[in-house]
């Protein structure tokens, strides 16, 4: 209802404007004006207040992106991220100085060549060198930006090392959740989505996989610093988008199909807070694809460590199977035994049952 009452107020100030337009108008041809009486003093003030339009707009295009620099730019703290912030620097050196040039003659021949009732327009039908010069110096340029973008972007999405560390990210509305293939195999479960179930098994985890038995979770994303790390990408719902944007990384989440991304951090959280100056700073994942109401508050907190202290952390972290002992059932009666033994299940010596440690 407000919004209506808003819509139509606008109409009817445009309304009123028109108006006003049109009775002034009528009343100079009531005056006996001729037209080049009409439209020289608002021409040559439309020309100036461009003139004026183009300063202000350029000045205060300037003005934002230096004053508001670090906002947008932050730190970058993977390997690649140098690589894509240099081209991304020069892509903006080359675009921004097309855009101020252009824009400033459009503006300036829109003031230096408005009507005058004693000009005549010079007749300039076509210059084949300044034709050949507009279309093959923007060619070779582009070319080479497109050439060198794409030959970084064939660099940074080649397939991982076989000694990457490969971590699971798991979109849903509204969370990430992540999956680490465990401290015994250091291989990730098979799952299928058809097993995720309202009981603890959000993963879809096939228990009849060895695999599977030692696979952790975790709510934070722990990577280490100077290795390489594999993410491994899937939603569970709807599209989502993991993005890490210290790390320069973005990858779209998809339904039904597994995407990736590997790069290597350069900085711990501890530099990074030396570097910025705050004890509070955190690395974040961030969705950055509206994928619902909850969208905001999608994210998921991002912990670079130094490698051993990563090792020690993933260390202790305990199996989801250990935490879901329930689904030892899922486990096939011959893999038993080695499931109590990787998921870190120890034996119970008073009943010589294996059962879980509490
Ligand atoms: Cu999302």
């Not at 041809?29 to 183009?54: C, E, H, W, Y």
């Not at 250990?322 to 486990?331: A, L, S, T």
Request: hydrophobic share 45%.
């Amino acid at each position: 209802m407000m919004s209506l009452i808003i819509v139509l107020g606008v109409l009817l100030v445009l309304a009123i404007i028109y108006m006003i337009f049109r009775v002034s108008n009528l009343v100079s041809i009531a005056k006996g004006q001729t037209d080049d009486d009409r439209i020289s003093p608002n021409n040559s003030l439309n020309a100036a207040l461009f003139i004026v339009f183009m300063i202000l707009s350029i000045g205060g295009f300037f003005w934002y992106s230096f004053a508001h620099f670090d906002d947008y730019n932050l730190p970058v703290a993977s390997e690649h991220g140098l690589r894509t912030d240099t081209l991304f620097w020069i892509t903006m050196a080359v675009t921004v100085a097309a855009f101020v040039i252009i824009s400033v003659v459009m503006f300036v021949f829109i003031y230096q060549y408005r009507y005058r009732k004693d000009r005549r327009a010079k007749y300039y039908p076509d210059n084949h060198y300044l034709e050949l010069a507009w279309t093959i110096i923007p060619a070779i340029v582009l070319a080479v930006l497109i050439f060198t973008g794409l030959r970084a972007w064939n660099d940074i999405t080649a397939p991982a090392s076989k000694e990457a560390e490969v971590v699971e990210l798991i979109a849903q509305q509204f969370a990430w959740t992540a999956r680490y293939p465990g401290n015994k195999d250091g291989e990730l479960g098979r799952v299928n989505f058809k097993l995720i179930d309202n009981f603890g098994n959000e993963f879809g985890l096939d228990l009849t996989d060895k695999n599977s038995f030692d696979d952790f979770k975790s709510l934070e994303l722990h990577i280490p610093k100077g290795k390489e790390v594999l993410l491994k990408i899937r939603a569970k719902d709807v599209l989502h988008s993991v993005y890490l944007p210290h790390f320069r990384v973005k990858m779209d989440a998809v339904p039904g199909m597994q995407t990736q991304f590997k790069f290597i951090a350069t900085k711990t959280t501890e530099e990074m807070r030396r570097e910025t100056r705050n004890p509070n700073f955190n690395y974040e994942l961030a969705c950055a694809e509206i994928c619902g109401r909850g969208h905001f508050s999608m994210k998921m907190p991002v912990v670079v460590d130094e490698p051993e202290d990563y090792e020690r952390w993933k260390a202790a972290q305990e199996s989801w199977l250990k935490q879901n002992p329930k689904y030892m059932d899922k486990v096939p009666a011959a893999l038993k035994e080695a499931a109590m033994i990787k998921a870190g299940f120890e034996n119970d010596p008073g009943t010589g049952v294996a059962k879980a440690k509490e």
